[in-house]
C-alpha cells in the first residue's frame, strides 16, 4: 500500500514537473488585479479596479496627458469652448470605429449622455450609472453634424472637460448597447487600444490587440487581467512568475521586490489626500487655534516613514501636489511642534475633555487606518488631549460620517481620490457643502472667501486663471486647518524585469498602449 | 426508504425557508447598504437616494422579501447589483467549483482519516500511533489560512511545481490534468483539519468495537488479523464515523471561505465574503440557499448510508 501511495505521488510530480514552469508567454502581458472586475460599461462602475481596464478598450473625447491631469485630445480632434463657459462644442476624429464595426460619430457621442443622463432613454435601463453626476450640469447634447457636437450646461463648470477625460467619460458602442442590453457590460465594445475578447468570470478578463487602432496599434498581442483578492496570494503568484504587473502591493512586500533584480518596482504619487475631518462645530475645534494645534502635533513624517513605509508623502494641504497646474508650491506642511500644539491648546482653553475619534477598518484609499488612528492617538495624548478611539467597518463608518459629526465625534478619518482639483474643496469644504444640504462638509467648515474662490472656480475656463483661484483657497483652508493634512498616497506596481515601456499614471489608471513585452 | 427520504427532503423546506429570512433580516440589520458601498465616496445622501430607486431598494423590506419569494418559486434568484448579472448564474458558477474543492476535500479527508485511525487503534500506544496522534493534534490546530500561504511558498514560490491560485491555467489548459494540478494544493489544506477529526473519532471506534466480545470470537476461530480488522471491527465502527463525515462536509464547505480566498479559487466561498461586504443582498441570498441546501443534502446522504451500514435502523 505504502510503495503504491509513494509511487503515485511520485509520478504526479513528474507528471506536473514541465508545465509547472508558471511562464507568461511573450507578447502576452498578465496583470494582477485586486478584484474581479463589476462590469465593463465604463458608465456603470465606480472602481479604480475596473477603470485600470477599461481605459484600455474605450477611448474618451478627451484623455490625460501622459504623466499629467491636464486634458488633451483623444476622440474630439479639438474642442471651443464659448464665453459664458456653457456651451462646449467638439470636433471629432474622423474614420474611428467601434471594435464591433459601427462607426464612431456625433450621434454616438449624443446615445451615451442620452442613455446615462435621460430617465426616458430607451436604453436607460440598462444602468444604473452611479458617476452620471460628473454629466449633472450637462443640459443637452445635440449632433450638428457627422463629427461635430454640441454640449450645452445649465452653468458654467470648469471641472467638465476633466470628467470628460474620467472613465465615466469614455465612449461606449451604441449598437452594442442596443443588442446586448443590460448585458452590455459584459459584451463591452468600445474604440480603445485593445479589443475585447473573453471574460471568464473570477479568472480572468482577456483583450487583444485592436489591429485598425487610431492612435497606432499597441506591440502586445493581449492583456490578460487576474482578479486576486489576497495581497499575499497575490505576491505569491507574482514570485512564482504567473504575472507581469501586479497593482497596490502591500508596503511590506515593496522592499523585497526592490532588492530583487528580476522585478522592477514603480511609485507614482496620485490625487489622492488622507486627512481628518475636524468637527469645527463643537468644542474643542470650533477653535482655530485647537484645530491647528492638532495639526502640529500629529507627526506626519513619523505616520508615512514607519507606517505607511514611505508608500505616501507628507500632505501640506487639501489639494494633492499630483493637480500640478492647481497646486500651490509654496506651501509648507504643518511642522511637528508638540509644544507649540500646546500652547495653542491652552490658548483654545482646551483642559483634556474627553474627544471621540471615529476610525475606519479599511475602506478605499484609507491606507493603513488602524495603524494610523493609535499613532495619531498617542501624538495626541502627548500633547494632553483625552482621545478616546471608535472604530467602524467602512459602510457603517461612512453612514456615521457623511451626516455630519455634530454630537458624535470631534474628529474622523477620511480619504478622496478625485480626478480634478474642484472636486474634493467644493464637495466637502464649502458652506453650501453642509452635510444637510447633501454636501461632504462633515466637520461643519465654513469660510465665505474659500466658497466665493471655488464658486468662481467652476466659471473660469481659463487654466490660469483657475490655477491662481484654487491656490489661494489652499492658502487659506491650510491656515484655517478644518482638517489635519496627513498624506498623499503613492500608487505603487511591480513588473517583471523584461516589461518595456510601463508607465505608471497620475490618474492611477493603467494605460497599456505602449508596453512592451518581447519574451 | 423511499419515502424516508422523501419525508427528510420535504422537512428540508422549511429550514430552508426560515434561513432566507434569517437572511434577509441579518443583511438588514447590518448598517451600510449597497448603493453607499458603489457610490463609496460619492454617497451623498442624494446619490445613494437615486441609485437605491434604480436598484429597487428603495421599497421596504417585506416588499422585497416577497418579491424575492415569488421570484424564487419561478427559478429566478434575481439580479447581482455589483456584478450586473443573474445570480443564478453566478451562484451556480461558484458552487460547481467549490463541489470541486470541497468534494475533493471530503474523499481526501475521509481516505486518510479512517486509515490513520485504523492504523492507530491497531497499534495503539505503539510508534505508528504516537507518530499519528502527534500528527493528527497538529493538524487540527493548524489554521488552515496560515498552512494554505505556507504550501503556496514552499511549492509555488520556491519549488514551481504548483501554480500558487486559480483553478485553470489562464492560457491553455482547462483540462483534467490542469484541474488536478490547480487542485492538488487548496484541496489538501482544506483536508487537513476534517482528516484530524475523522481520524481521532475512527480511532475511538475502532478501539471500542475491537474490545467487543465478537471481535474475541472472530479471532479465536482463526480469521486472519486483517479479515477481523476490516471485516467485523471496521464495518461496525463506519457506523459511528459515517454521520461525523457528513458533518465534516458542512465544515469543509465552510472552511472553503478562507481557502478559496487563499487560493483564488473562484468558489462560492470567496463570491459570500465579496458579497456580503457590498452588502449584495440576493447574491448573499442565493450563496447561503446553496450552501445549506447542499448541506442538508450531505446530511440527508450520510444518514442514508448509516442506514444502510446498520441493519438495526433499518
Given at each position: ?232 496570494t497575490r505576491i505569491a503568484e507574482m514570485l ?128 493603513d487606518p488602524i495603524a494610523m488612528g493609535t ?145 | ?193 476534517a482528516t484530524g477529526v475523522i481520524a481521532r ?114
Amino acid at each position: 500500500m505504502k510503495k503504491i501511495l509513494a509511487a503515485a505521488f511520485a509520478s504526479a510530480f513528474l507528471a506536473f514537473a514541465p508545465q509547472a514552469q508558471a511562464q507568461t508567454p511573450p507578447n502576452v502581458l498578465v496583470v494582477g488585479q485586486i478584484a474581479e472586475p463589476k462590469s465593463l460599461d465604463p458608465h456603470a462602475v465606480t472602481a479604480v479596479n475596473d477603470f485600470r481596464i477599461l481605459v484600455n478598450l474605450y477611448d474618451g473625447l478627451v484623455r490625460y496627458k501622459d504623466g499629467t491631469l491636464e486634458v488633451e485630445p483623444s476622440l474630439a480632434e479639438s474642442w471651443t469652448i464659448s464665453d459664458d463657459g456653457k456651451t462646449y462644442t467638439f470636433k471629432l476624429r474622423e474614420g474611428v470605429t467601434f471594435h464591433d464595426g459601427s462607426p464612431f460619430n456625433a450621434e454616438a457621442v449624443k446615445f451615451n449622455f442620452d442613455r446615462m443622463l435621460k430617465e426616458d432613454h430607451p436604453f436607460h435601463d440598462t444602468g444604473p450609472f452611479p458617476l452620471s453626476f460628473f454629466f449633472s450640469t450637462v443640459e443637452d447634447v445635440t449632433a450638428d453634424d457627422e463629427t461635430t457636437v454640441t454640449f450645452k450646461l445649465s452653468a458654467p463648470y470648469a471641472p467638465f472637460l476633466s470628467n470628460l477625460a474620467y472613465p465615466t467619460g469614455l465612449m461606449v458602442s451604441p449598437e452594442a448597447v442596443r443588442t446586448h442590453g443590460k448585458d452590455f457590460g459584459r459584451n463591452p465594445s468600445g474604440t480603445g487600444a485593445y479589443k475585447f475578447a473573453e471574460w471568464d468570470a473570477n479568472a480572468k478578463m482577456v483583450a487583444v490587440r485592436n489591429e485598425d487602432y487610431w492612435d497606432g496599434a499597441p506591440e502586445l498581442e493581449a492583456l490578460i487581467f487576474r482578479p486576486i483578492t489576497d495581497a499575499n496570494t497575490r505576491i505569491a503568484e507574482m514570485l512564482s512568475g504567473g504575472l507581469d504587473v501586479m497593482v497596490e502591493v502591500p508596503p511590506d512586500s515593496l522592499q523585497q521586490f526592490k532588492t530583487d533584480e528580476s522585478f522592477t518596482v514603480l511609485e507614482q504619487a496620485g490625487p489622492h489626500v488622507w486627512f481628518l475631518i475636524l468637527n469645527a462645530k463643537e468644542a474643542p475645534f470650533n477653535s482655530k487655534a485647537a484645530r491647528q494645534a492638532a495639526n502640529y502635533a500629529i507627526n506626519k513624517k513619523a505616520l508615512v516613514e514607519n507606517i505607511l513605509q514611505g508608500t505616501a508623502e507628507v500632505a501640506a494641504g487639501p489639494t494633492p501636489p499630483a493637480f500640478a497646474w492647481a497646486y500651490n508650491e509654496g506651501l509648507e506642511p504643518y511642522p511637528y511642534d508638540p509644544d507649540k500644539a500646546r500652547a495653542l491648546l491652552k490658548e483654545a482653553g482646551y483642559n483634556g475633555e474627553e474627544i471621540t475619534f471615529y476610525v475606519t477598518e479599511g475602506g478605499s484609499g484609507m491606507l493603513d487606518p488602524i495603524a494610523m488612528g493609535t499613532a495619531i492617538q498617542a501624538d495626541l495624548q502627548a500633547v494632553g488631549m483625552n482621545v478616546k478611539i471608535e472604530t467602524y467597518e467602512w459602510n457603517t463608518f461612512l453612514g456615521k460620517v457623511n451626516p455630519g459629526l455634530e454630537g458624535k465625534a470631534a474628529m474622523a478619518e477620511m480619504a478622496w481620490m478625485t480626478n480634478d482639483p474642484d472636486t474634493l474643496p467644493f464637495l466637502a469644504l464649502r458652506t453650501e457643502a453642509m452635510p444637510d444640504k447633501g454636501g461632504f462638509n462633515s466637520g461643519y467648515y465654513s469660510n465665505a472667501k474659500v466658497d466665493a474662490l471655488l464658486e468662481k472656480a467652476r466659471q473660469v475656463t481659463d487654466q490660469r486663471e483657475r490655477a491662481a483661484l484654487y491656490k489661494e483657497m489652499q492658502e487659506i483652508v491650510q491656515e484655517d486647518a478644518p482638517w489635519v493634512f496627513v498624506a498623499n498616497w503613492k500608487q505603487n506596481a511591480v513588473t517583471k524585469a523584461s516589461v518595456e515601456g510601463f508607465k505608471l499614471q497620475p490618474s492611477f489608471f493603467l494605460m497599456l498602449q505602449d508596453v512592451r513585452k518581447p519574451q | 426508504m423511499a419515502a424516508y427520504i422523501a419525508r427528510r427532503l420535504l422537512a428540508a423546506i422549511p429550514v430552508l425557508f426560515g434561513l432566507t429570512i434569517i437572511v434577509f433580516l441579518i443583511m438588514a440589520m447590518i448598517p451600510g447598504d449597497p448603493a453607499t458601498a458603489i457610490l463609496g465616496s460619492y454617497a451623498t445622501p442624494e446619490n445613494v437616494a437615486r441609485l437605491n430607486r434604480e436598484l429597487g431598494l428603495d421599497k421596504t423590506l417585506f416588499e422585497q422579501y416577497v418579491i424575492w419569494i415569488g421570484n424564487l418559486f419561478q427559478g429566478d434568484l434575481g439580479r447581482s447589483y455589483t456584478l450586473n448579472r443573474p445570480v443564478l448564474d453566478e451562484v451556480l458558477e461558484r458552487f460547481s467549483a467549490t463541489l470541486i474543492l470541497a468534494g475533493t476535500s471530503l474523499v481526501l479527508c475521509s481516505v486518510f482519516g479512517l486509515l490513520a485511525g485504523i492504523v492507530s487503534a491497531v497499534r495503539q500506544y505503539g510508534w505508528a500511533d504516537k507518530i499519528i496522534t502527534l500528527l493528527v493534534l497538529v493538524g487540527i490546530s493548524t489554521p488552515s489560512f496560515w498552512l494554505g500561504l505556507i504550501l503556496i511558498l514552499i511549492f509555488a514560490v520556491n519549488l514551481r511545481l504548483f501554480p500558487a491560485s486559480g483553478m485553470y491555467a489562464i492560457y491553455g489548459g482547462s483540462d483534467l490534468p490542469d484541474l488536478i494540478h490547480h487542485l492538488t494544493l487548496p484541496a489538501l489544506t482544506l483536508s487537513v483539519v476534517a482528516t484530524g477529526v475523522i481520524a481521532r473519532l475512527t480511532r475511538t471506534a475502532m478501539l471500542e468495537v475491537l474490545r467487543q466480545d465478537y471481535i474475541r470470537t472472530a479471532r479465536a476461530k482463526g480469521l486472519s488479523e486483517r479479515k477481523v480488522i476490516y471485516k467485523h471491527a471496521f464495518k461496525s465502527a463506519l457506523v459511528g464515523v459515517v454521520p461525523v463525515i457528513g458533518i465534516q462536509a458542512g465544515f469543509v464547505i465552510g472552511g472553503a471561505v478562507y481557502i478559496e480566498t487563499v487560493f483564488q479559487w473562484p468558489g462560492i466561498g470567496s463570491m459570500l465574503v465579496t458579497a456580503i461586504s457590498t452588502r449584495d443582498l440576493l447574491l448573499v441570498q442565493g450563496g447561503v440557499l446553496v450552501v445549506a441546501a447542499a448541506y442538508v443534502l450531505f446530511n440527508l446522504f450520510a444518514d442514508v448510508v448509516q442506514t444502510l451500514l446498520d441493519p438495526r435502523l433499518r
